[in-house]
C-alpha cells in the first residue's frame, strides 16, 4: 500500500480517527499506525517535504493540537 508520502508500508494498527472541516463539510481522517517497506513512489499535493524525525521534534513542528494528540497515540 502507498500513502500519501509516496513510501510503500505495510498496514499496522488503527490509531483512531480525527474530524475536521473542509468546505463547510466535516472530513474524517482514518489513521493507521505503519511500517515502509523501503520503497519510494510519488508524492501527492498533500506532502511538501518528507523526512524523519524524533517523536519531540515532531510534536513541535505540528500546527494543530488534533495532530499532537495523534502523535501520542504513537508511543
Known amino acids: ?12 494498527a488503527s490509531l483512531g480517527s480525527t474530524f475536521y472541516p473542509v468546505g463547510g463539510i466535516e472530513k474524517e ?10 520503497e519510494e513512489g510519488e508524492r501527492d499535493g498533500e506532502v511538501d517535504e518528507l523526512r524523519w524525525v524524533l517523536p519531540n521534534e515532531a510534536r513541535a513542528l505540528l500546527s494543530y493540537d ?3 494528540d495523534l502523535l501520542s497515540r504513537l508511543r
Open 1 to 12: 500500500m502507498r500513502e500519501e508520502t509516496g513510501l510503500a508500508c505495510t498496514l499496522g
Open 29 to 38: 481522517v482514518r489513521w493507521f499506525r505503519m511500517a515502509p517497506t523501503g
Open 66 to 68: 488534533r495532530d499532537r
